[in-house]
């Protein structure tokens, strides 16, 4: 992905994102993660230490394992290999399984998310919860915590003319450029009336159904969505450089202008709301059989590239909807920018 990475499974579980970015190219030397179902996969508990019940270190790879004493064995193993820059990540269908009902650290994607923010970091990058849209040469960062109603802003934004980047995650440079994440988008039902999105039967049927999974009682307590892929409806922007910021959030309407330390200061809360990567189990229990490894190293590089990118920024703004209609606030900033540019010009 834009040359920053490189993911290879042998399960759809990344398909929502894989066929977003199958490329050719050689990802020798490049960061690349691998996932790998191994069925059969067993690990060997004999003489190694461990932490608790479950995770255990592998001396002779420095691997992180997990093995949990279920009615059926729970296994997982994590190689890391850092002078390579390559990651392994092998489970059996058990841990598959169990870690889509728990969810957390355990889900494969947090994992892949963990170490690529880990790496990004390193190369004073990192990725960002938020969604992103260009509206001309303006590239809007738009953070937010989840079910706030960031996936129907960039959608309606793109609807009306906006140039769609992401609606989850994006990868920012210290220098304020900023690479979506090609992915398809959890759609609510809700989110796909107000779009007004032109789906199949199977597709209504489907989000129905979504939306009801959502309202029942689960440990992620989601409102419920499906994956479509926005290249179906609207011309994607792959990246772009970030000119403004629009936080959003529900509660009464109101745009403000907010400083640079009150944004930082929301910015943070949210990254470690969605996205805690810092205390993820595995690289905590990496960080305990490698004194070498700090992680307070990576955040305080984390918070320098961070305020690198939002100090840069001169427009920045929260904005508050009490119906989740934030596009319209975040559409009425860019047009009057643009007009106090135009009279700008003419003076």
């Not at 079910?147 to 140039?163: D, H, I, S, Y």
């Not at 939306?211 to 499906?226: N, W």
Request: net charge positive; proline share 4%; hydrophobic share 35%.
């Amino acid at each position: 992905m834009h040359g920053l990475f490189s993911l290879t499974s042998n399960i759809p579980y990344f398909e929502w994102m894989l066929r977003s970015f199958r490329t050719s190219e050689n990802p020798n030397g490049r960061l690349s993660f691998r996932f790998q179902l191994e069925p059969h996969l067993r690990v060997s508990t004999v003489n190694k230490e461990r932490i608790n019940i479950m995770f255990y270190h592998n001396s002779s790879d420095n691997s992180i394992e997990v093995d949990y004493p279920w009615f059926r064995p729970i296994c997982a193993k994590l190689t890391f290999d850092e002078d390579n820059r390559r990651y392994t990540f092998a489970f059996n269908k058990n841990y598959l399984r169990v870690s889509r009902f728990i969810g957390g650290g355990w889900r494969p994607i947090s994992i892949l998310r963990t170490l690529l923010q880990m790496n990004l970091v390193r190369n004073n990058m990192l990725m960002m919860h938020g969604g992103v849209v260009r509206i001309g040469d303006e590239g809007i960062l738009m953070p937010s915590v989840e079910n706030t109603g960031k996936t129907k802003t960039v959608w309606m934004l793109a609807k009306r003319g906006a140039q769609y980047v992401t609606d989850e995650y994006s990868i920012i440079d210290s220098e304020g450029h900023c690479y979506g994440i090609p992915s398809s988008s959890s759609l609510t039902p809700a989110t796909a009336t107000a779009v007004g999105l032109n789906v199949t039967r199977r597709e209504k049927t489907a989000l129905i159904l979504a939306g009801l999974k959502g309202k029942a009682l689960t440990v992620h307590f989601t409102s419920g969505g499906m994956r479509m892929d926005p290249n179906r409806f609207f011309k994607i922007c792959s990246e772009t450089h970030l000119n403004r910021i629009a936080i959003i959030q529900n509660g009464p309407d109101l745009t403000r202008r907010i400083r640079t330390e009150e944004a930082l200061s929301r910015i943070k809360a949210t990254q470690l709301f969605e996205f805690g990567w810092k205390t993820h189990p595995y690289l905590l229990a990496y960080a305990y059989f490698n004194p070498e490894f700090e992680v307070d190293s990576y955040s305080s590089q984390e918070d320098d590239v961070l305020k690198s990118v939002v100090s840069r920024i001169q427009d920045i703004y929260l904005v508050s909807s009490s119906n989740r209609e934030h596009y319209r606030s975040i559409e009425n900033l860019f047009l009057d920018r643009r007009h106090e540019v135009a009279t700008s010009i003419s003076a």
